[in-house]
């Protein structure tokens, strides 16, 4: 593993079967408080990555989330309880995405793996939150790129990578070019599990990716280009295999 000058995609387009099944991880915080245009930008990559593949985006919870969290645990509320909040906020978020896609999408956001991959048919695009208490969305897209039989997942969130450590927090951090899922689960492990927590990828995601081999990318979600870029090669941010 070594850093990487993110300002310059490293990998060409990569040769992958077509279609593919793609299971995006959008972060909240890509999506919460953009305006309705900068919303339809993201639906329509969306829509056209649809267009030749089957995709899935399971949608965090952002700043809302961690607002309610913190005044929930002001109030003495256990991390259960904060862990219901989120979900909450990340369902609010996919209602947000779907009304964004219009008919490409379901209508509603799926409430399990299996009502998700049955809500597929017909090459509509299924859009989900979060699902139980103790679980982020980045382990709800693990569990469901296995559940699906993804060929990638693609986490987009809203630092452009895999970093030693929070970059908002340690400037010295370092961002991994690749790595490979097994150097991802010791690195996740040292994030600490909380309602509300802030890592690219959570140690449970991290194990789920480890055990059913499905190649995956961290990228940043900020610009809309990087979700194609995530499932088909060019982007800049992290390899994991």
């Known amino acids: 593993m070594g850093e990487l000058n ?16 793609l299971v995006y991880s959008l972060g909240g915080s890509i999506l919460a408080g953009r305006d309705a245009e900068s919303l339809k930008g993201y639906a329509h990559a969306l829509k056209e990555l649809a267009e030749e593949h089957q995709v899935f ?20 509320a256990s991390e259960a309880f904060c862990d219901l909040l989120g979900i909450g906020a990340t369902k609010m ?15 509603e956001p799926a409430e399990s793996y299996a009502g998700a991959l049955s809500a597929s048919a017909g ?3 299924v859009v989900l939150g979060g699902m139980a208490p103790g679980q982020t969305t980045d382990a709800v ?18 630092v452009e990578g895999v970093y030693s450590a929070d970059p908002e927090i340690d400037p010295g951090a370092k961002k991994f070019d690749k790595m490979t899922a097994k150097d991802l689960v010791r690195l996740a492990m040292e994030t600490e599990m909380k309602a509300g927590s802030r890592s690219p990828v959570d140690p449970l995601a991290a194990k789920i990716l480890e055990r059913s081999r499905i190649p ?25 295999s």
């Open 93 to 107: 978020n996919a209602m947000l995405l779907i009304a964004a896609l219009g008919r490409a999408a379901a209508p």
């Open 57 to 76: 985006v399971v949608v965090g919870g952002g700043k809302i989330a961690r607002e309610y969290i913190a005044k929930a645990r002001a109030l003495a």
């Open 6 to 21: 993110h300002k310059q995609p490293i990998y060409p387009p990569i040769i992958l079967p077509s279609p593919m099944i």
């Open 123 to 125: 090459g509509k695009i």
């Open 141 to 158: 897209a693990a569990l469901l790129a296995e559940y699906v039989g993804a060929d990638r997942l693609i986490v987009a969130t809203s």
């Open 216 to 240: 995956a990318a961290v990228v940043y979600g900020g610009e809309v280009e990087n979700l194609k870029r995530g499932a088909e090669g060019g982007h800049s941010g992290t390899e994991i």
